[in-house]
């Protein structure tokens, strides 16, 4: 499939954050290896590297602070890209994924950009889920960080990284952050594929139960913020 945009790979940092014991970042990176994806990638974690980790020349083993938002801020102070690809260690990546993001970048090269999310393997039920992120993330311009967060590295720096003191769901005030700031929040017309193992471990209800309460719960602080922001600026303007 023909690049579609003026942005070459190389471009793009990857960087996969990975939690004490996880195991499955060994199958994205067997995928980035197929796709012959020889540019950045960062797997920013707590453990040391394991001897099988490739031996790429752009691709290494960060080992930081335990913590999501401390492990990627991490990992982005180091990266070289002019974006930053942010991808949980159990993505499933395609070629199509690939060319999507470049034609995306090209096209909106300030907007944080985002993936639809499909689970691989799923029962009915996850596709219920699939049905409810898509109405969140499209509709309510509100994508968590399983739909492969991607933003230009000087915006990330724009907004102030992501926050530390946050008690939960970096992802989600990261994005509220772009809403805040007036950043664009694009959907890229690809689907990014991630395991479904979280609601087979923990169970469907309680895990949808979980996301809906907290999602409500950082976004009623973040709403009010937006409005007070609009409401003042049109104070000013008048």
């Known amino acids: 499939m023909q690049n579609l945009s003026p942005h070459p790979r190389q471009n793009i940092s990857i960087i996969i954050p990975v939690g004490q014991g996880d195991s499955s970042w060994r199958q994205l990176i067997r995928q980035l290896v197929d796709l012959a994806w020889t540019s950045e990638v960062i797997i920013a974690a707590t453990d040391a590297a394991p001897a099988d980790f490739p031996l790429v020349p752009s691709w290494q083993w960060l080992v930081c602070s335990r913590g999501r938002p401390q492990q990627m801020n991490a990992a982005a102070q180091i990266a070289s890209g002019d974006y930053l690809w942010f991808l949980h260690a159990d993505s499933i990546i395609e070629n199509q994924n690939l060319e999507s993001l470049s034609a995306a970048i090209g096209k909106?090269?300030?907007h944080l950009l985002f993936f639809r999310l499909g689970f691989a393997n799923g029962s009915r039920l996850m596709r219920l889920t699939e049905m409810g992120v898509a109405f969140r993330s499209g509709v309510l311009k509100l994508p968590f960080g399983d739909q492969g967060l991607c933003i230009a590295r000087e915006v990330f720096y724009n907004l102030g990284k992501f926050t530390l003191d946050w008690p939960f769901g970096?992802?989600?005030?990261f994005v509220w952050k772009c809403h805040l700031n007036k950043i664009g929040v694009f959907n890229?017309?690809?689907t990014l594929k991630t395991s479904p193992r979280k609601y087979q471990d923990r169970g469907w209800f309680k895990t949808t139960q979980f996301h809906l309460r907290s999602t409500v719960k950082q976004a009623a602080p973040m709403i009010f913020a937006l409005i007070k922001?609009?409401?003042f600026r049109s104070r000013v303007l008048k």
């Open 229 to 231: 922001k609009r409401f």
């Open 188 to 190: 890229i017309a690809s």
């Open 108 to 110: 909106y090269p300030k």
């Open 170 to 173: 970096e992802d989600h005030h």
